[in-house]
């Protein structure tokens, strides 16, 4: 179902990011995954390369998904904390697409519209 499948992929990115592991996603992503210019390699080439050397804690607050067919749109609030350093409160918007029977990532690892502490051409550190 959306509902879990798409809960299933968020708490993977989430104990990715803490685990500094962006390939464990890789699962988790549509074929077809897009972001913007970005390709699935690319944009995990990317968050690895933002994850180097630091610690992240990601704690969900709450989500808003919304179905349309084969495709869902899943909104994650949640507080970033950065090398011990908290963010403020952010939003991270996922597309997802039904591939091989389940709603994988298609799009959302980066934000078209930056809104979080991981927008384009910003590191973590």
Not at 7 to 17: D, E, I, M, N, P
């Amino acid at each position: 179902s959306a509902p879990r499948d798409g809960l299933v992929r968020v708490a993977a990115r989430g104990a990715a990011l803490e685990a500094n592991d962006a390939e464990a996603l890789r699962p988790y992503l549509h074929p077809n995954y897009r972001d913007g210019d970005l390709d699935a390699d690319e944009a995990l080439a990317r968050l690895q390369k933002d994850l180097t050397g630091v610690r992240v804690r990601l704690r969900p607050r709450y989500y808003r998904l919304e179905l349309r067919g084969h495709e869902a749109h899943l909104d994650e609030h949640y507080e970033l904390e950065v090398n011990g350093r908290p963010l403020p409160e952010a939003v991270a918007r996922f597309t997802l697409e039904t591939s091989a029977g389940r709603y994988r990532l298609r799009a959302g690892l980066y934000p078209e519209k930056p809104n979080s502490s991981l927008e384009p051409g910003k590191s973590l550190q």
